[in-house]
């Protein structure tokens, strides 16, 4: 049982490149998510998919766009990279949209330059 | 827009002092979670509090939920290395079905042995 798991561990671009982070999970929650994590800034929410088939904006989404494959996985993809998305991005699952009780599981995240 | 502020950013003390580490909101929120996050590793949740005033314990650790449901404390009696982490918070706010967790700026704690 692997939770969370994310792929690449890091990665360096060029500006004006495209890439798309993996992520899958194996506790069959419904619900994932992708943050970025700045310094200073917290977590804020980029995407969502509150169950497989449905993907919603969250605060951050410009420059990026997201893909439900199936109930395990949801991929991030930056269509052209630039340095103001250097940072490192976390996905995370969950069993359900948060309400009073509900638990994120975060993967171990991916650390991403921008050049 | 920061909904949720933590202080404070940074503290460094000494083995076995005590600390305590706040969140602080203009917003009402549902319910509130902390989480601790260790170098190269994503967050892990330690607590949910979801009654304003409510106060609970993990071991050494204490996390109390302000009476308005705006604010909340996490306070660590007798820190230990092992504790050195970011802390971070996490509020939810009720909309109609369509809640997200909200994470705040965060607190990167040391604790030198």
């Known amino acids: 049982n692997a939770g969370v798991t994310q792929t690449p561990k890091f990665q360096v671009l060029k500006t004006g490149q495209s890439m798309t982070l993996q992520c899958a999970q194996d506790m069959n929650h419904n619900s994932m998510y992708w943050y970025r994590q700045d310094p200073g800034m917290g977590l804020r929410l980029i995407y969502y998919?509150?169950?497989?088939?449905?993907?919603d904006k969250g605060e951050v989404p410009n420059g990026y766009n997201v893909s439900r494959l199936n109930k395990r996985e949801f991929s991030l993809r930056l269509e052209s990279a630039a340095p103001s998305q250097t940072s490192v991005y976390f996905c995370?699952?969950?069993?359900?949209?948060?309400?009073?009780?509900?638990?994120?599981?975060f993967g171990p995240g991916t650390r991403l330059l921008v050049l | 827009t920061q909904l949720l502020e933590q202080s404070p950013q940074f503290l460094s003390i000494q083995e076995g002092e005590n600390l305590t580490v706040y969140c602080n909101s203009s917003s009402v929120f549902s319910s509130l979670q902390w989480y601790r996050q260790e170098p190269g590793e994503g967050p892990v949740l330690l607590v949910t509090?979801?009654?304003?005033?409510e106060v609970k314990k993990l071991k050494r650790l204490t996390f109390q939920f302000g009476d308005a449901r705006k604010d909340s404390s996490l306070h660590i009696t007798a820190a230990q290395p092992g504790d050195t982490g970011l802390y971070l918070c996490a509020g939810v706010i009720s909309n109609f079905g369509n809640e997200k967790l909200t994470f705040g700026t965060g607190t990167r704690l040391t604790i030198i042995p």
């Open positions: 995370a699952s969950s069993e359900a949209l948060p309400d009073l009780q509900e638990t994120q599981y």
């Open positions: 998919s509150a169950s497989e088939g449905t993907t």
């Open positions: 509090v979801v009654t304003g005033g």
